[in-house]
């Protein structure tokens, strides 16, 4: 008789009426051979509403601002993002961190491509900052860029992270 080795990783999805993911359930060898499932529900506009089910997280919950952009995210009762200010070209400017404790992310743009041009992370009561610039080649990649590992697609990884949107740019 043989034994029926367990697949090493199983996932399941289910979608709503829009075609997007409302369900997952997960198994890995890892987590006891139950299945974690994690759930999510929508603004009318398609913006995350909630995330639920994360192992060892509180509910996530989104805020919109009055364009329907995300404006402000609390896992539970505490907020992760505070505040979040745009440009007049729907560019993530300010974010606020966390619950008004000073902490902020702040990004510049070209007035003329909309491309990022600096940004400023700033943390901590006596408030430490990092400041980075970019450039870009003729091919519309971040030539330079101050860290790499916080950047992602020209634009700030906190913020492509918080925004939980694609990547812009084309590979």
Same mark, same amino acid.
């Given at each position: 008789?043989?034994?029926?080795?367990?697949?090493?990783?199983?996932?399941?999805?289910?979608?709503?009426a829009r075609g997007?993911?409302?369900?997952?359930? =997960?198994? %890995?060898?890892?987590?006891?051979?139950?299945?974690?499932? #994690?759930? @999510? &529900?929508?603004?009318?506009?398609?913006? +995350?509403?909630?995330?639920?089910?994360?192992?060892?997280?509180?509910?996530?919950?989104?805020?919109?601002?009055?364009?329907?952009?995300?404006?402000?995210?609390? =896992?539970? %009762?505490?907020?992760?993002?505070?505040?979040?200010?745009? #440009?007049? @070209? &729907?560019?993530?400017?300010?974010?606020? +961190?966390?619950?008004?404790?000073?902490?902020?992310?702040?990004?510049?743009?070209?007035?003329?491509?909309?491309?990022?041009?600096?940004?400023?992370?700033?943390?901590?009561? %006596?408030?430490?900052?990092?400041?980075?610039?970019?450039?870009?080649?003729?091919?519309?990649?971040?030539?330079?860029?101050?860290?790499?590992?916080?950047?992602?697609?020209?634009?700030?990884?906190?913020?492509?992270?918080?925004?939980?949107?694609?990547?812009?740019?084309?590979?």
């Open positions: 008789m043989h034994a029926t080795a367990r697949p090493f990783v199983d996932e399941w999805f289910s979608y709503d997007q993911m409302a369900d997952m359930w =997960e198994s %890995t060898p890892h987590d006891g051979g139950g299945y974690y499932h #994690t759930t @999510a &529900s929508y603004f009318a506009n398609g913006s +995350v509403n909630t995330l639920a089910g994360i192992p060892g997280y509180s509910t996530d919950t989104y805020g919109l601002d009055g364009e329907g952009r995300p404006y402000s995210l609390m =896992e539970g %009762t505490t907020y992760v993002i505070h505040d979040t200010s745009y #440009t007049a @070209a &729907s560019q993530p400017w300010v974010v606020d +961190v966390g619950a008004a404790t000073g902490d902020s992310d702040n990004y510049g743009y070209d007035s003329k491509t909309g491309r990022m041009t600096n940004w400023t992370f700033t943390v901590g009561s %006596t408030p430490a900052s990092q400041t980075g610039t970019l450039t870009w080649n003729p091919k519309w990649d971040a030539a330079k860029a101050g860290d790499r590992r916080r950047l992602q697609c020209g634009r700030g990884a906190d913020v492509q992270l918080w925004l939980r949107r694609p990547c812009p740019i084309g590979n």
